[in-house]
T-cell receptor, first 111, second 114 residues
């Protein structure tokens, strides 16, 4: 079955700097890659996703890139702000199937 | 997201007890899921159901069972709770409208097994 590896497990960046979180997946049939954000004490919520027919997607300060050949995808957050502090989960799915999550990255935005 | 609710929100139980966690949704979604979250281990899928007559095991189903009573209700049972089942449990739903649908999570149930 699918296996999703996520790095780093913890990331600290200065406010205003960029943050990058990387994930790899094992199932070459996976074609849907969402990212969820979980603030402290809250439930996970979808922030951005990408399908395998595109290589990059942007939404304001966040972007996701996908390299299908290498089977890895990344989340990029630019101009980080205090409210970006959270746990971020990547995930992979065959699309019309269950999704498998990575172990999460705890992002700290330093003042 | 108030459309997905879980009860109870917190539960303390003893080893060997049977407990049930309940999930209800008003989103009209066909698909429902149960996950557990442990520090450093992310969200691991326990069971999932794509419609009322469909039940599937996830990554870590041992020690758990589920019941899909209706489209809107999906319950998770621990037949004989053990301490390593102490975790935060999330229910989630998604629409069956197409591939890659967003999952909507409930607020979570924090379970402590003594």
């Amino acid at each position: 079955g699918e296996n999703v590896e996520q790095h780093p497990s913890t990331l600290s960046v200065q406010e205003g700097d960029s943050a990058v979180i990387k994930c790899t997946y094992s199932d070459s049939a996976s074609n849907y890659f969402p990212w969820y954000k979980q603030e402290l004490g809250k439930r996970p919520q979808l922030i951005i996703d990408i399908r395998s027919n595109v290589g990059e997607k942007k939404d304001q300060r966040i972007a996701v890139t996908l390299n299908k050949t290498a089977k890895h995808f990344s989340l990029h957050i630019t101009e980080t702000q205090p409210e970006d502090s959270a746990v971020y989960f990547c995930a992979a799915s065959r699309g019309d199937d269950k999704i498998i999550f990575g172990k999460g990255t705890r992002l700290h935005i330093l003042p | 997201d108030a459309d997905v609710t879980q009860t109870p929100r917190n539960r303390i139980t003893k080893t060997g007890k049977r407990i049930m966690l309940e999930c209800s949704q008003t989103k009209g979604h066909d698909r429902m899921y149960w996950y557990r979250q442990d520090p450093g281990l992310g969200l691991r899928l326990i069971y999932y159901s794509f419609d009322v007559k469909d039940i599937n095991k996830g990554e870590i189903s041992d020690g758990y069972s589920v019941s899909r009573q209706a489209q809107a209700k999906f319950s998770l049972s621990l037949e004989s709770a053990i301490p390593n089942q102490t975790a935060l449990y999330f229910c989630a739903t998604s629409d069956a409208g197409g591939p890659g649908e967003t999952q909507y999570f409930g607020p979570g149930t924090r379970l402590l097994v003594l």
